[in-house]
């Protein structure tokens, strides 16, 4: 069973940074494909970026070049680092693993092995 374990949300100002992180237990496979989802208030739950343990790596559109997400295999860690955010980025953001998929495609469909609790991100005005 894994167990994913997210970190770095909070509270920005618009046009402020933050960083989120989450690490695997455990991971079955070699491969796999970790990332973000998000609820903003109102809207459907989107995919938010992806990369996979070759470093090949996907975002949603809304994203515009905004954030970055990086790898650490020996860490089983992800990092999506959010620059330039805006009001609209405020939401759940959730962490999730997946095998057999792509990183594009881990952003297109909600079936994931396993999910994290998710944490909160809040920017204001």
């Known amino acids: 069973q894994v167990e994913l374990t997210e970190s770095g949300g909070g509270s920005a100002q618009a046009g402020g940074s933050l960083t989120l992180s989450c690490v695997a237990s455990v991971t079955v496979y070699d491969y796999y494909v970790m990332g973000w989802w998000r609820q903003v208030p109102g809207q459907k739950r989107e995919g938010v970026a992806a990369?996979?343990?070759?470093?090949?790596?996907a975002y949603g559109e809304f994203v515009k070049g905004r954030f970055t997400i990086s790898k650490d295999n020996a860490q089983k860690t992800v990092h999506l680092e959010m620059n330039s955010l805006k009001p609209e980025d405020t939401g759940m953001y959730t962490c999730?693993?997946?095998?057999?998929?792509?990183?594009?495609?881990?952003?297109?469909?909600?079936?994931?092995?396993?999910w994290g609790p998710g944490t909160q991100v809040t920017v204001s005005a």
């Open positions: 990369i996979d343990t070759e470093g090949v790596a």
């Open positions: 999730a693993i997946e095998y057999f998929t792509s990183p594009a495609n881990f952003l297109r469909y909600g079936g994931k092995t396993e």
